[in-house]
């Protein structure tokens, strides 16, 4: 695409840009009145070095709970996904329920839900559902995200052209069987970009489990601020979430360009 | 009874526009019917109404001898029906190989391996058999359209349905295609083939039907159509063509 004078010069160009704006942001903070005073609020290299064992600690738990929220969010949500795809008068209520549930949990703040099952569901005192906070941090962002995950399913089962169903119909294979082997292989594939974008959101929002008192890597710095009054642990804490959501955008970019390569051949359409 | 299909006036309309009315064919076995006639003249609905993918508004179809109008079961009917699109409609997102074997597989019960191998006797027949580990994106529309053909025939049905599968097919790579259109017509496949190429039309077909906003106007064997047509449209129609040097 790019031959190899014009791509040296555009990396030329790239670079010196960069340089030159971070330059600018760097003279400009540096040298704002309250600087010095931030630095040592913030920028504590000596106080990062101390806090950061114990956040990294606690920001397994974040990692946990993104994990196993992860599993059943993807699961959950194509459910929903396939259920609002069905067609004909006789599956209207399911597909009713579905447009609720997502017009619902997209329409609630996370913030909220996760107060409301967190604090709500133990205080029931029912002795056959689990107290844990963590465990009720997580229903809620499956709960939350699902609605989501399942709108972005959705969009890509409604970008297969109906040809595609016509044919696998055609062949005598039944809804079911063309809904797995064609339609959402192909919807997957599709939707692996935005599906990626709020896999980063939950990441994200796992830090909210926090506010229920579950010691994960904000609540963490949050207790190690409270004590030294400095600032700098939500640095570190700062820096791991992005130390995960990197990697995870580039192995995306990854998975997509390899399945584009395979699909195409050398010779890019 | 030797019939492979019968139409019983079949009509068929989207919203307030009749698109089929009263369509009676009949098809004997080993017979090649070609539909001919404008677009928009009902020719790719009639087909697809016969493989069941439209629902009719009136009228009866049998399959060989026993009616499919509404069966209980609409996908055995299909798998004993063949149908190949103008746009090829192969899966993007699997090799020639499981394009081919998926229906049998999953519809008729064939094991991947005993799939696989009717498969690649297939492949192998149409010329295709070093494309089988290819993607259909990898493949030219004349190597997509003829996997489109095998993907149908390894359900080895009763009736192949071709809807203008040359239409979108660049002039150089029409032959190849209508070469295993030949091919099945000589061992004797029951087809019937809406189509825009009236040589090939005249060359393969037992009968031609002509089709004129949703009605048969006029059937008969291919010379008594192309050189003595008796409706005064179907003559239009096959002028019009000879002016755009299709014929």
Known sequence: MRSGGDGRRSVAIALASTVVFFAIVVFAVTHAPGWPQVRTQFFNWEEFKSTFPEIARAFVLNIKIFCIAEVFILVFALVLAVLR???????????????????????????????LLGFGAPALGL???????????????V?????????????????????????ARSLGLSRAQ?????????AVRRVIPPLLNDFIGLQKDTALVGTLGAVEAFQQSQIDTNATFNFTAYLCAAALFV??????????????????RRRQGSFAR | MSDALVVERLSKSFGSHLVLRDIDVTVAEHEVVALIGASGSGKSTLLRCINLLEPLDAGRIFLGGEEITHPRDVNAVRRRIGIVFQSYN?????????????????ALGLSWQEAGERATALLDRFGLADKRDDYPDRLSGGQQQRVAIVRALAMQPALMLFDEVTSALDPELVAEVLEVIRELAA????????THEMSFARDIADRVCFLDAGRILEEGPPETIFTAPREERTQQFLQRIIEARRL
Do not use: C
């Open chain 2, 187 to 194: 061992g004797g496949m029951t087809m019937i083939l809406a």
């Open chain 1, 178 to 186: 063309t809904l797995r082997r064609v339609i959402l292989p192909q």
């Open chain 1, 243 to 260: 130390a995960i959501t990197i990697p995870l955008a580039r192995f995306t970019d990854y998975l997509i360009a390899r399945d584009r």
């Open chain 1, 85 to 115: 795809s069905l067609p004909g008068p006789v599956f209207f209520p399911l597909r009713a329920l579905a447009i609720v549930y997502a017009d619902l949990f997209r329409g609630i703040p996370t913030i909220l839900v996760i107060a």
């Open chain 1, 127 to 141: 002795s056959y559902i689990p107290k844990s906070v963590i465990f009720w941090g997580i229903v809620s962002l």
């Open chain 2, 90 to 106: 192969l899966f993007p997102h699997m090799s020639v190989l499981r394009n081919v074997t998926l229906a049998p597989h999953d």
């Open chain 1, 143 to 167: 709960l939350i995200y699902s609605a989501y995950v399942s709108e972005v399913y959705r969009a890509g089962i409604d970008s297969i052209h109906p040809s595609q169903e016509a044919a």
